[in-house]
C-alpha cells in the first residue's frame, strides 16, 4: 500500500523551512503532495503557480529527490477532499512555535472528522524556528539579505517582484 501526504501551505514564498519539512517528509511517506493552498486572510505577493515553480526550483537547487513529489494547487475547495480524492492518509503540518500548534490543532481535528486524514505535525529544524514567509517578505521589503532563509531561486524572484512594485 502506497502512502501518500499531503503537505499545504500558501508558500508565499517557500522558506528553507518549508524546504526541509517537505525534505524529511519525502523519507516518512511514499509520496508527499506539495499542495499551494489560497488563504483568504492573506494577499500572497505571487500567484499559485509562481509559488509552485519557486518550489520546484527550489527542490532542484537543493538536490531534494523530486521523484516522490507532485505537486499541485487548490484555489477552493476542501483540504480533506484533496486528501481524500488523492487517496492521502496524512497531512504534514509544520511548526515553529507552540503558537502554530494552537492554531493548526483545530484544523487537523476538522480535517480528521471531515475525511478520516491524519495530521502529522514536524518541528521546524534548529535555526529555523523562527523564519516565516512574511519575515522574509519584510525583510526583503526593507532591503535586508534574505539568502540565509530561502533558496537563491525564491532570494531572486522576491527582489524582481518588489523591485518592479
Request: overall charge negative.
Given at each position: 500500500m502506497k502512502h501518500i501526504a499531503v503537505y499545504p501551505g500558501s508558500f508565499d514564498p517557500a522558506t528553507l523551512g518549508h524546504l526541509g519539512i517537505l525534505k524529511r517528509s519525502t523519507k516518512l511517506f511514499d509520496e508527499v503532495h506539495v499542495l499551494v493552498v489560497h488563504n483568504?486572510?492573506?494577499?500572497?505577493?505571487?500567484?499559485?503557480?509562481?509559488?509552485?515553480?519557486m518550489i520546484k526550483q527550489s527542490v532542484r537547487e537543493l538536490g531534494i529527490d523530486i521523484s516522490p513529489i507532485r505537486f499541485a494547487s487548490l484555489e477552493t475547495g476542501l483540504l480533506a477532499d484533496y486528501a481524500e480524492v488523492h487517496g492521502a492518509c496524512a497531512l504534514i503540518k509544520g511548526f515553529r512555535t507552540v503558537a502554530d500548534i494552537e492554531y493548526e490543532l483545530?484544523?487537523?481535528q476538522v480535517n480528521?472528522?471531515?475525511?478520516?486524514?491524519?495530521?502529522?505535525?514536524?518541528?521546524?529544524?534548529?535555526?529555523?524556528?523562527?523564519?516565516?514567509?512574511?519575515?522574509?517578505k519584510e525583510v526583503?521589503?526593507?532591503?535586508?539579505?534574505?539568502?540565509?532563509?530561502?533558496?537563491?531561486?525564491?532570494?531572486?524572484?522576491?527582489?524582481?517582484?518588489?523591485?518592479?512594485?
Open positions: 483568504p486572510s492573506k494577499t500572497p505577493l505571487f500567484s499559485s503557480s509562481e509559488r509552485l515553480n483545530p484544523m487537523s480528521s472528522d471531515l475525511s478520516g486524514v491524519e495530521t502529522v505535525f514536524m518541528a521546524s529544524e534548529p535555526g529555523l524556528g523562527y523564519v516565516s514567509s512574511s519575515l522574509v526583503a521589503n526593507l532591503g535586508g539579505d534574505i539568502s540565509k532563509y530561502v533558496t537563491q531561486a525564491v532570494a531572486t524572484a522576491v527582489k524582481e517582484r518588489l523591485d518592479a512594485n
